[in-house]
């Protein structure tokens, strides 16, 4: 009863911000459905991704979990027990478990660190215990422990259902990743952790007088979004990201007390995108609950704008990435 | 027919951003009520007036206008007629003038030259015509060649109507200067002129999704805000400026094409203001059309509050202003 999972974050193209108005808001059943890649990165030192081994067995007495060497307690087991806990009554089960994790990227800073942690968790835990759950089933497990690791489950290109009920807000495959030619350079700006996280975050959405209409366009956006990507239109998928991008961001800053995620790093690269763009690098910024820049772009113009990028103050680290695989099991495991 | 006129620029409290549907776009009608306060620089180098002579005579066979050493033409002659010609007919008058005008302070970096520059122009001009207008209906004139003018022929703190008749647009004041204790350090990061002018911005303002709400906003806002002036409630009117002015760059970076007013070094102070204010000292910024910033304050926190912008990287120049005079007849003539 032993299994291993890696996961990869995603970028979203369509955000959600604040999550629906359901009974019990530990759901995370998010405000509005939403869209992303699960995105794999190009290069060895920073894949982006989360290796997770679980092992259930009769010999461990209490259940016990390990992130990047810090053994987890309080809110942060409890977190990952909401995961484990519907899994393990699935399986009609209250054997303990050993949990190993290992991220290999900066922890909250925007670059969705809980969604491949969540997404290899909910993989591993099905895995170890046998259950045979399809990959929206497993999506809606997930989403209790962080709405968008629904989303890193699948490969490519993913569609997430906001719903009145858990079983309806799952995430489900667009189209897989070489559909749509798309690639993105990562400026990272600051790997701190966020003063807010994007969980305290999402409550404060309705407070902003623009939440209602952010949710109204992005309900017209999602489908616009999911039919460039199938007709893989590069700049209709880009143009309608960047717009959405501003749309969450604008709420955010609006909200009370307001969100200010954006460092005056991310407004230069936000600035030097829509230069680039004017001088003729198709590019399209889009900005999770932090500081950092998803800079989208075609495959062939990663070259150029990652050198164009690394030319700007504050610009720490810059990392390509692809659409890719979601979440798979792996043989190795980390004990 | 000579006169000499002086006048000051404003902050707005209460923005706007976009101009009334009406027949005439020149008309230059806000979209919404808005309030600001004339300001009068507490320092002797930059004092962010402007002094207009102008001389009507039947010497001069064309009309001609000198601004900071430049003889206007094309557009910009024609945008200074607009206001001239309005009260030449008044007067009866098509006898031909030399204008000379002169700005102590950066154009177009978003501290509203082209307030004072108007409101100067009104008042000498009405004066040197011998015309005798109260100063609502010579606000509706200084509104014709800048929306923004027309509060700066009021002392204090000032209330500009929206309207649908040119006649109904005028501006009034709401107080006395010293009625409301509160001060403001300007914090200058880009001297430069503007990529978009706000005139050429306003056009763009519906066609952002939040415009409409905003719009809503601001119609209450702006009965809290003068309310909370009459009340010298300081905290209140930061408070209510500060989102207000967020609700307006919200609304500029998610029109299509995007405005992005703000540089790198403009968030640095939003975030020095909202820092500085959880650590006691009470602080709001309020940014126009443009990357500067005014920190509004309380009279006795203009040292303290100087002395940490002083410290932000990016700031080029601070300049406490606190609410003062509106535009004025003054004796010395420029020629």
Known sequence: MKATAIAHSNIALIKYWGRAAVADPGLNIPLNDNISFTKNSMIDDMKLQTITTIHFDEIYDRDSAEVNGEKLSG???????????????????????????????PTQAGLASSASAFAALTLATASALGLKINREQLSTVARLGSGSAARSLHDGFVYFHSASSHEQAFAEQICEPGHCDMHAVIAIVDESEKKVTSDAGHDLSAASPFNDIRIQRSAEQVMEMRQAILEHDFSAVGKIAEANCKYMHAVMMTSE???????????RIIKKVMSLRQQGLETYFTIDAGPNVHCLCR???VETLTIELAALEGVKKLIPVRPGRGAYLADEHLF
């Not at 942060?76 to 054997?95: C, F, G, Q, T, Y």
């Not at 007390?257 to 407004?267: A, C, Q, R």
């Open 299 to 301: 495959p062939e113009d």
């Open 75 to 105: 809110r942060k087991l409890e977190r990952i027990l909401r995961v484990i806990d519907v899994l393990r009554s699935e399986a009609k089960s209250n054997i303990k478990f050993r949990m190993k994790s290992i991220n290999d990227f």
């Open 257 to 267: 007390p307001p969100l200010f995620y954006w460092n005056p790093e991310t407004l």
